[in-house]
């Protein structure tokens, strides 16, 4: 099992045991503040002291972009706004290998058009569990993607 799962589940068995979430399906927004914050904490440690732009600029500015979608989506939270944060990475992950493609000129169109595919099937999935709305999903996906845009004249 790798290093980050353990630390993700280790932090959700504390959240439960505390009772700040009632479930892995965390629907009250309130209980999404916590989680939200470790997974931004964590980011910010891993961008400021792990991965460095002088050394793999290309990630630094997409785990960058990640720490300011997931800001994003905590600010939302004080607004009453729920996003998907499964769309907010999916946003995140399939426009950073769009960037990559643009930086290295590789042929990544097998993989970009395969991300799309997987966004369709992780939106249809979050809807038909009613885990969330279709605007949640739009928002999340969209909260996803402007920060790697906004990052992409850093590193492109």
């Not at 400021?48 to 290309?58: L, Q, T, V």
Request: overall charge positive; some cysteine; proline content about 2%.
């Amino acid at each position: 099992m790798q290093l980050q799962t353990c630390i993700v589940l280790l932090f959700f068995y504390l959240l439960k045991t505390f009772g700040k979430v009632d479930s892995i399906m965390i629907s009250d927004m309130n209980q999404r503040k916590i989680p939200l914050l470790l997974n931004i904490s964590l980011l910010a440690v891993l961008v400021m002291r792990g991965i460095r732009s002088e050394m793999f600029p290309e990630l630094h500015y997409y785990l960058l972009g990640g720490l300011l979608s997931s800001g994003l989506a905590f600010v939302m939270l004080f607004f009453k706004t729920k996003t998907s944060i499964h769309m907010l990475g999916m946003g995140a992950l399939t426009f950073f290998v769009v960037g990559l493609a643009i930086a290295t000129d590789y042929d990544l169109h097998y993989t970009i058009a395969t991300l799309f595919v997987i966004t369709g099937f992780v939106a249809s999935s979050r809807l038909a569990m009613k885990a969330h709305s279709l605007y949640e999903l739009f928002f999340g996906y969209i909260i996803g993607i402007v920060p790697q845009i906004i990052l992409y004249k850093y590193w492109l």
